[in-house]
Every structure is written in structure tokens, then in C-alpha cells.
């Protein structure tokens, strides 16, 4: 720390020269302004303010931490200002007189944010703030926060425990659990705030602080910007319970699923941490676990270090499908809906911003048929954005909307904006692996990143990949609009096949994908392929739940609940609803989906059915080419799914009396168990 904070960077005479938090912050920013630290106040407080919109920083015991990432900060910067009249950064306990103002720039490495976290550690230590306190000079005040002289144990031990979180709490005490008359109670801590400089940090710190008092082993991950370790597993699994203090969405939450939690934001962590372990400790005396959290973002699981290339690249294909299927969803709908109202030729209408009127169902159809066709337009660059966002975290998403609108532009759609997001990706990662001096890495994200990324990107989807991937889409085009009679059947088939053999997973993902690509360029080959791709996905879910209907006996009781809910959602298009039945046996029933997505798949192509909606089930029949021969297609699967099903259940070795009537929790999985390898 010995370059982040020097005698210049310390005021110990605050209130002289500020009474407000918004002077406080000014007073101790021009003295890193006149160090060369931030290189434009007026857009540096603006951040601090920022920041301090988001949560006060204020904290119990007379401190006040205002504190940003910001693109005006050329390197890791402290400094401190004491106010003998304190001064309101809105802390419960009122003004505080110690001010720390930590500026960090928009790229600081893990090395100075990782000292940073350390300071925020010790403000936690009454030691620590106390000896501020009485500091004679702004030269010992400065060498006090910088820790002269203990530099040498922070570098050797600590500054990695503050990483991850901390071994432990019990072991501090030189309490070794597995020697007491009984076990510890065990809880794992999760604590994150919005930049992941202080509050994370002091949160796990008065934590550790509470826990050790308490008597209780806890273990605490940090999810700051100093690094983001996951705890390990076997620690997850043996604790007793969890606590999680945070402002920001804990990363891979379905790690803590059923055991006690209790769920705060950060600053409860700082200021009450005995009394959250207090009420974690009576939840789990009473028995209260959590429901299952949703998984974990395309973002948060996509290329984990222990991925093949493989298992990497299908998770970043499927991070911009992702987050692309709601704009196709929403644009697909209303442009389907522009068509039910005003016609075929709705899309010749003039733009409503110029031609609107109110009492004609007309421009009504127009307005949804224009909402849509924008909401649509972002297909193609979300889906290349998002693909390089799962790539490189955020800074791929410049470089990836760039490829992915150069990919519309030159007619290479689908395939382009698949192209463009990988080489965004690559481009980005391969820009951080350069090492960058100091003074520039405040300016790496805002400026230099996205500047040479999509110069690059955008050079590449121009004039060397771009146009043989157009001439690719487009023979693909012509392939759709071509296929009849048996080629239209056996890719009715495929499609079928591959929507129902993970039942929402990769597979049916990629066929979905190739699917709703196809709308990008509307034909009516594309259609149809749309129309087999939706039809099929349904068939699983409904055929799981008329079998539960016709033959109850082969189906547990939880697997009967299930087949209730599994109507719905199949009548929704949700394939995901068979998942139950999958994982309580996958080789009946998965077998007995693609038997039925198959027929489907095949009728619908056959029938010549269409669909200009992407997504909505049975809700958008009328919206459909053929909606009775679709119904019939569907009808059709269900049927030989249900039958396949029931004959192989029945063709089973019998199970030992009332097995299928007993408890679900001995017969089947969990019902968010997912289906081995497959799924």
C-alpha cells in the first residue's frame, strides 16, 4: 500500500474545510487530483456520488468510506480525512469522523483491490480506528493505514485468506473442532456489495468477528472485485447453515440450496452480525431450509476452468441464446399478432409515426407489427453480444453488438451473429492477456477495449469471414424454401428428435436456436421449421401427464402431482416439464419423447403448417398456418409418446409392494434433479 496513500493524501483537519459528505469528498479528491491520481474531479465525484446513491456509506462507529471504480482514476488511490465534528455519510449511529475516499480506477488488477480489501478489514478493528484517531501527523496517520509494520504478514498470509474468506473461524481461537466434546455449528457466508472494494470485505470481516465470540465455525466467500474464489464444496456441504450479506446477486446460488438461510443486505452483515447469526442458528433449530434458488446465469456458469473446449464453447453458444429468446419472443409475438390483426400486407403499412389512426384496427396492427419488427431486429446482435459477454464478461459486449449489427448489414444473419460473438470473445480475451502499464488501465475498459475489439471485429465480419457466412445463410435460406415432400419430412423428424432428447437442455436448445434463426429471414420454409421445432417440444410434457391420467399405477405419487402441473406447461411449449419423469427414469421415458417429438416433427412439415411466433404453445394456434392439422400433429405425438411409455413401464420387472404408492422421497430424485448426461 505504500503507493496508494502518502502524508499528502491525509487530512486531518477535515471540518476546516468541509461539513458535508459531498465537501468531504471533494476536499480529499483534489488532493488525487493534485498528485495526478484522478485525472478529472468534477467526472470522478460524479461516480463517488453515484456510488453513494446506491448505499450510503456510512458506517457504525464513526466511519465513512465513500468509494468508486471510475475511468477518471489512473491507479489504486486512498485518502483520509479526519473531521473532529464529524460529518453525515448516514450511518445509524450518526456523523462519522474518520473518512476514508478509496478511488479505483474502472481496471484495477486484484493485487492493489486486494489491499484495498484489507483496509476495509481493519476498519473493523477498534485497535486500528482508535490509534487514527489520536495520530499526531498526517505522515504517521498515512504510515498507520498503510501498515509499515506488518506489510510482511499481510504479504505472506493475509491478503489470500481476505480473498476467499478466511479458514475456519473456530481455528482462530486454536480450537480444533474435531477434539470437542461436541461439533461446532457450522455456517458459510457469502458477502458482496455493488463495486466489491469495502463492504464486502468489512461484512465478512464483522462476521468472522461475531462468529468467533459466538463460539461457531463459519466460513466466509467473499464476491468482491478482489477476487471471486468459490468456497469448497465439501465446506458447502457440511455446514449447518448460510448467511448471505449482500447487495448484488450471489454468484452460483444453487450451491446453498436447503439448509437455513438468512438472506440480508451487506451493510446488516457490518452492523449486526451477531444477531444474523443468532437467527440463522434458530432456523436451523427449527428445521427451516431454503427452496431451491434458479441457476446460475449463462454468465456465472459459462467456461468454468475445469471445462473441455468443447463444454465451454456450447456454453457460450448457449449464453447468447439465452438472452436472446426474450426479443425474439417479444418481437416474434407482436409482429405474429400485427398479422392476425391487419392482414398479410400489414407489413407494407406506412410507420406510425407518421400515419396513425386511432379508431382503425389497422394502424393498431401497424403499431404491434413496427414494435415488433424493432424488438426483433435485436436478434442477430444480442445473440452476438451475449455470446462474447459469456466470453469475457463485459467488456466483450461492445465488440459483440458491433460483429452482430455488421452480421444484419451484410445479410449474414444467424450464422454471422454466432460468428461475430466468438471472434468478439477471442479478440477481447486476447487483448487482456497483454500486460498494460499502470497509467493505463483506467482507460482499459471505457476506451482502449472496445476500441481495438471492435475495430478488429469489425474488419473481420466486413472483409474476410463476414461474406462467406452471408453466402453460407443464404444458400441455407434457399434450402429451407426449397425442401418438400420426403427432405421436409425427415428434417421434421430431426427436429423433432432433438427437441425431445434433453428435454431443454444443449440439444433442444440447438434445435430451437436453428429454429427461431430462420425467422431472422421469414420464409416460408423457415416458418415451417419453426412451426415442427414448437409443435415437437410440446409432446413431452403433454404425453407425461396423460399417462399419469390413463395409467397412474406406473407413476409414483409425486410423479402424478407432477403430470397435473406438466398440462400446462406442455400446453405452453415449457419442454422442461417432462425433466420430472426424465430423472426418475430416463430410459423409458426419454426413449418415448423423441418417439413422439419424431411423429410430430414429421406431421407438422408434412401439413405444411407455419409459425411466426416463436414461443407461446397452444395460446398462439390462431396465429398458425394450418392451426387444425397442427393440433392434429401434436395429438398425434402425444399419443405415441404416451403409448410407448406406458408399454415400457409396464414391461418392467415389478417393483416390491405399494413402492409405487410410497413415499416420492424414497421412489424419485428431487424435483429439481436435472437428467444425468443427458439432460
Not at 30 to 37: D, F, I, N, P
Not at 506 to 525: Q, S, W
Amino acid at each position: 500500500m505504500t503507493d496508494m496513500i502518502t502524508a499528502d493524501l491525509v487530512d486531518l483537519e477535515l471540518d476546516l474545510s468541509a461539513d458535508t459528505k459531498e465537501a468531504a469528498s471533494r476536499a480529499l479528491a483534489e488532493r488525487m487530483v493534485a498528485l495526478g491520481r484522478v485525472t478529472d474531479l468534477e467526472g470522478f465525484l460524479a461516480d463517488v456520488a453515484a456510488r453513494e446513491a446506491q448505499m450510503p456509506t456510512g458506517l457504525d462507529g464513526g466511519i465513512g468510506i465513500p468509494h468508486c471504480r471510475s475511468a477518471h482514476v489512473t491507479e489504486p488511490t486512498l485518502a483520509f480525512g479526519r473531521s473532529a465534528r464529524g460529518i453525515d455519510f448516514g450511518a445509524p449511529d450518526g456523523p462519522a469522523d474518520l473518512i476514508f475516499l478509496i478511488a479505483a480506477p474502472a481496471g484495477a488488477d486484484d493485487a492493489h483491490l486486494t489491499i484495498l480489501s484489507s483496509l476495509a478489514r481493519q476498519l473493523m478493528d477498534a485497535e486500528f480506528t482508535g490509534a487514527l484517531r489520536s495520530a499526531a501527523t498526517a505522515a504517521e496517520a498515512a504510515a498507520l493505514i498503510r501498515g509499515d509494520e506488518a506489510v510482511a504478514a499481510v504479504d505472506s498470509g493475509s491478503a489470500a485468506a481476505e480473498q476467499v474468506g478466511t479458514a475456519p473461524v473456530a481455528e482462530h481461537d486454536g480450537v480444533d473442532p474435531s477434539h470437542g466434546a461436541a461439533e461446532p455449528f457450522r455456517i458459510v457466508a457469502v458477502t458482496s456489495c455493488p463495486t466489491g472494494i469495502a463492504h464486502t470485505y468489512m461484512a465478512a470481516e464483522s462476521l468472522e468477528n461475531a462468529a468467533r465470540e459466538a463460539g461457531v465455525e463459519l466460513t466466509v466467500e467473499t464476491q468482491g472485485s478482489a477476487g471471486f474464489t468459490r468456497l469448497d464444496p465439501a465446506v458447502v456441504a457440511a455446514a449447518d447453515a448460510v448467511i448471505f450479506a449482500h447487495d448484488v446477486p450471489v454468484r452460483d446460488k444453487p450451491r446453498f440450496d436447503g439448509k437455513p438461510t438468512v438472506d440480508v443486505g451487506v451493510k446488516a452483515g457490518i452492523n449486526r452480525p451477531a444477531e444474523l447469526i443468532a437467527e440463522v442458528r434458530e432456523k436451523a433449530a427449527r428445521g427451516e431450509t431454503t427452496a431451491p434458488a434458479t441457476g446460475p446465469t449463462p454468465v456465472e456458469g459459462a467456461g468454468d476452468d475445469g471445462d473441455g473446449y468443447g463444454t465451454k464453447l456450447r456454453k457460450w453458444m448457449m449464453s447468447g441464446v439465452s438472452y436472446m429468446v426474450p426479443f425474439v419472443a417479444a418481437g416474434g409475438l407482436l409482429i405474429a399478432l400485427g398479422f392476425a390483426i391487419g392482414g398479410w400486407k400489414i407489413d407494407k403499412a406506412p410507420s406510425v409515426a407518421e400515419h396513425f389512426v386511432w379508431t382503425d384496427h389497422t394502424s393498431w396492427a401497424a403499431l404491434l407489427f413496427q414494435i415488433g419488427g424493432l424488438a426483433f431486429a435485436f436478434l442477430v446482435p444480442v445473440l452476438a453480444g451475449y455470446i462474447a459477454y459469456g466470453m469475457a464478461d463485459r467488456p466483450g459486449l461492445v465488440p459483440g453488438f458491433v460483429g452482430g449489427s455488421v452480421a444484419v448489414t451484410i445479410d449474414a444473419g444467424f450464422l454471422g451473429g454466432l460468428a461475430a460473438g466468438l471472434i468478439a470473445g477471442a479478440v477481447v480475451m486476447g487483448i487482456q492477456r497483454v500486460r498494460i502499464p499502470a497509467v493505463l488501465r483506467g482507460i482499459m475498459p471505457v476506451v482502449v477495449i472496445p476500441l481495438i475489439s471492435s475495430a478488429v471485429v469489425g474488419f473481420l465480419m466486413f472483409l474476410v469471414v463476414g461474406k462467406p457466412i452471408a453466402s453460407l445463410q443464404s444458400a441455407l435460406t434457399d434450402w429451407l424454401e426449397g425442401l418438400s415432400g420426403a427432405n421436409a419430412i425427415i428434417l421434421g423428424v430431426i427436429l423433432g428428435l432433438m427437441m425431445c432428447f434433453d428435454l431443454g437442455g444443449p440439444l433442444n436448445k440447438v434445435a430451437y436456436a436453428f429454429a427461431v434463426g430462420g425467422l431472422a429471414h421469414p420464409t416460408d420454409g423457415s416458418l415451417k421449421v419453426m412451426a415442427a421445432a414448437m409443435a415437437a417440444g410440446m409432446v413431452p410434457p403433454l404425453a407425461m401427464a396423460l399417462a399419469t391420467t390413463v395409467r397412474g399405477r406406473l407413476f409414483t405419487r409425486t410423479e402424478r402431482e407432477n403430470g397435473k402441473a406438466a398440462w400446462f406447461l406442455g400446453a405452453s411449449f415449457i419442454t422442461e416439464g417432462a425433466i420430472p419423469f426424465a430423472a426418475a427414469d430416463p430410459l423409458r421415458v426419454i426413449p418415448a419423447s423423441m418417439a413422439g417429438g419424431a411423429v410430430t416433427g414429421a406431421l407438422s412439415m408434412a401439413f405444411g403448417c407455419t409459425l411466426r411466433a416463436p414461443h407461446g404453445g397452444v395460446f398462439v394456434v390462431p396465429l398458425i398456418g394450418s392451426p387444425l392439422l397442427y393440433l392434429v400433429a401434436i395429438a398425434a405425438g402425444v399419443c405415441v409418446s404416451t403409448l410407448v411409455v406406458v408399454l415400457l413401464k409396464s414391461a418392467r420387472k415389478p417393483t416390491p409392494s405399494g413402492a409405487a404408492e410410497g413415499d416420492a422421497a424414497a421412489a424419485t430424485p428431487a424435483e429439481d434433479e436435472r437428467v444425468p448426461a443427458t439432460a
